[in-house]
């Protein structure tokens, strides 16, 4: 027989939780962005930094560079996702080709927004035409505006190949420095939302009959 689900369609299956939480999926498929290393429009979006791959790192200062811009673009997206309401990662997963040297091509990410009646449900789409009528869109187009927008920052790079000046060897380790993060794909906004899907876990603000104890919540 099947188990039943119990709803909690306010405040979630947890006394923490705020009212109206609701968890989204979000897919971005990178295998079309930029990932000339020497491009400032390449790096993609990635949470990982220089430091983790397992002691592997960045190949060249472009490298280094590239790794950070996808970086940079990953502190954005998370701006852009909090720009309604509270919001927290609760999965991050990324291709297993991704590399201190090799570009990332697929981030999948799990966000639970805090009270998901602020976010709208309509808006301007970057592309111009795109008609959005859903929360799921409008998230999708936050995700879309932190890729498609420029970012001049200072950030934390790996140079394998960064000279000491004081001593003019060569110093194997990070370089703080600015660097720009531009669109991922230059002029062609439809095809990054093209590369965003958004979904909403439906099942995440309830509890089976199973998982419930015989004492009810408590």
């Known amino acids: 027989m099947a188990t ?20 989204y999926n979000i897919s971005i498929n990178q295998g079309a962005f930029n990932s000339t290393a020497s491009s400032n429009n390449s790096g993609g979006v990635t949470p990982k930094t220089f430091r983790d791959f397992g002691g592997t790192f960045p190949s060249s200062a472009d490298n280094g560079k590239r790794l950070a ?28 080709s991704e590399a201190a040297s090799t570009q990332i091509a697929t981030l999948t990410l799990n966000v639970e927004f805090e009270n998901e009646t602020y976010i709208p449900e309509s808006g301007t789409s970057i592309d111009g035409s795109t008609t959005i009528n859903t ?10 505006t932190a890729l498609n927008t420029t970012f001049t920052e200072r950030v934390e790079y790996y140079d394998a190949t960064d000279v000491d000046a004081g001593s003019l060897t060569i110093a194997r380790g990070s370089v703080f420095a600015q660097i ?6 230059s002029g062609m906004p439809g095809e990054i939302l093209d590369a965003i899907t958004v979904t909403r876990i439906v099942n995440a603000d309830k509890f089976r009959d199973d998982e419930i104890s015989s004492g009810g919540l408590e």
């Open 4 to 23: 039943s689900l119990q709803s909690y369609p306010r405040t979630g299956p947890t006394d923490g939780s705020e009212e109206y939480r609701r968890i």
């Open 69 to 96: 811009r996808g970086n940079l673009r990953y502190r954005k997206l998370l701006e852009q996702l909090s720009l309604y309401t509270n919001c927290k990662v609760l999965r991050v997963a990324s291709d297993s």
């Open 135 to 144: 929360r799921e869109l409008v998230i999708k187009e936050l995700v879309a």
């Open 180 to 185: 720009t993060a531009a669109t991922v794909i």
